[in-house]
């Protein structure tokens, strides 16, 4: 999405008078303003500029009599509900850092509702707060934050369906935010050199924008820009290193930035290619990279939080995305990111080392889960949002695990057996969607919640029944998860439901109908896009044919989903 800079956000600037706070400016405005110190225009039952921000209005206090002195407290809370979890999180730079009052709300906005909806994880938390402490030093930041929580706004006022003044005030919010997100550039730009925290935080911040609004291609910008700057930090230490001594290492807070950029550079990986080059007789296959941490193997019997539960799936997690993404030709990998099988890999022998690195990646899973157990059950008694949060972990653990029982698979009838765990992740993935307030309005989320199982899950269970859910459930619960959107990646799951169910024999899709390869084209202008999918022509023939078909669905995005998959649900 391209912004033309020379826009200005509106300025407010706050006058330093010395006014008595014991003399607010109007005795009988809302209780709201009140506590916030705005002028209120007294509107009733509930006033205009609390409307306007989309926050509940307290009303207005009941007339005491002359002498009392007792204060009336609001009866409920300002803007939407506070999460419990690390309130440290909401305490932001002062009032006195933001140029405008619009500014200072939408800050708020973001604070208390659009950060837990973007970063929804439980290990997303130390993120969160990262962000909100930097705004106090960083302009851009500082902007990029304000425009996130205007985003926030615009989404709540399209869905307000019967509050007039809220869908009136659509367009402004949308329009603020463009201009906050212009002021963020230009700042980032002015800023010149920054030290890596500050820089990542920058992309980050861009990048939660443009994905947002479905500027994918400037999303995938700043995650290369990202993951660039850490291998040229990392290359720096290692050039400037002094003999003898250590690696200076990342700090904590630039660790959890490294993990994140880890996760996100998946998704600009290009698929591999259509037929891997096999390896000549006297070529000796590249080393083996199996990053598995020494606390990978320390899992307890019990976690005894969702923090220690959420750090240990980390590792996990890490070791398994270097395992799946390293593209050796000795993996009889697949062809494309959906998993599909490349032909002729059906009888290739895969070297005992990958074996024992998959077994041992899948006996830590197994440790996971064992530990995690209690804890999930602990859960249903817990805060809604720690709920959520264990719901998450073992979706997203379970996902995991089909991960790396895909990156191994040589025949599409090999993902038959794991039609329970497939079950599991679609019963986990309703029941996140169900728990969330306001599920059916558009969300944008910076990480992967349910769709990248729900992909891999509508792509590899063959089941009917399964695959209907899996596609209703992208469909009812439209939302954009980093470069994934919902709304796309059910109708393409339609689309290859029924061209492999065109074949289907009691219930079941046989192995030779089953989808081999797909690509899609996107077509801005029209606002559609086109499927194609390579299928054998019967099962006594080796030869394949290319289906068709066009979706009318408008996706903002150059770049097919192919593309931006990732290897793994993480």
Known sequence: MKVALSLEAEKSPRKNTNTRRSAPKAKSGCLTCKIRRVKCDEQKPSCLRCLKFGIQCDGYATPKAKGSRSITRPSSIL????????????????SSRFESEAQFRYFEVFSRSTAYEIF??????RLRLMFLQICESQKAVR??????????????????QGNHTLRNSTSNHYHRAVREYAQA???????????????????LVILSFEGWVGNHEAAFQQIRIGASLLREWKERQRWTAVPGYAIQALDEEEEVLSHVFTRLSIQSRSPPSDRPQPLSPSSSPPPLRIDVPKGLMRIPEVFGSLNEAGKSYSAIVRSAVVFVSQDLPRIARSSSLTGTYTAGAVDAVIPPEIIRAKA????????????????????????????KASITLELQMKATFMGTVKSLAQDELVFDGYHQVYGDIVNLCEELLKCSEDSTVPKFSFDSAVIIPLWFTGHKCRSPV????VISLLLKYPRREGVWDSIFAGLVIDCL?????????DGRVPGWARIRETKYEIDLVKRTVEVRCEQRTSPTSQGTVMRRKTLGCYIHTGIPLEQIGAVIAR
């Open 120 to 125: 929804p994880n439980v290990e997303m938390a």
């Open 143 to 160: 902007h990029g934050v304000a425009a996130l929580g205007a985003l926030t706004m615009t989404s709540r006022a399209i869905q307000s």
């Open 360 to 387: 041992a990646l899948a006996e830590s899973i197994q440790r996971w889960m064992a530990a995690f157990s209690p804890l999930k059950i602990a859960a249903n008694y817990m805060s809604l949002n720690d709920r």
């Open 79 to 94: 803007l939407p509900k506070v999460h419990p979890l690390n309130s440290s999180i909401l305490r932001g730079p002062p």
């Open 497 to 505: 439901r029924g061209f492999e169910e065109q074949y289907i024999e």
């Open 185 to 203: 550039i230009k700042y980032a730009q002015l800023d010149g050199q920054k030290d890596l925290r500050t820089a990542l935080i920058t992309s």
């Open 466 to 469: 399964l695959r209907r859910r």
